[in-house]
């Protein structure tokens, strides 16, 4: 999808994605962002992030790897307080946190298959 304010077009394909989306952040304790600058116009992620975050789960950590000082404060003024307590940040290029970002997307995956698959487990 492209980095458009106005992302109605393209509601009908990014719907189910965006639901399993809220669904993870709803029972995410760790949250890590890797370079991505969260600009005020993009409302969809931002109802996005509401939604998610809105659950019983705590937080325990909200990560941002990003290098601009603006993005950074950004989040600080976007994130609810809860967010805000457990805010920390890398100061990482985007080239820099290729490796971070592929240990993410791994913890991601190991979760998200371990909580389908011993869900649907039946004894």
Known sequence: ???TCNKMGYYG???P?????VDVLRDAENIIVIAYSWPKTDHFFSYLY????AGDTLLRRFVLVDIAAETIDRYRAMLGQQAIG????IR??????LLL???AFVSMFRYYFAVRYSV???P
Not at 50 to 53: Q, R, V
Not at 86 to 89: S, W
């Open 1 to 3: 999808m492209p980095p």
């Open 13 to 15: 394909d990014i719907r």
């Open 17 to 21: 994605v965006w639901g399993e989306a």
């Open 50 to 53: 509401a939604l998610g975050t």
């Open 86 to 89: 457990v805010f920390k940040t």
């Open 92 to 97: 990482e290029t985007f080239q820099n946190s």
């Open 101 to 103: 970002k592929s240990l």
């Open 120 to 122: 649907r487990r039946t």
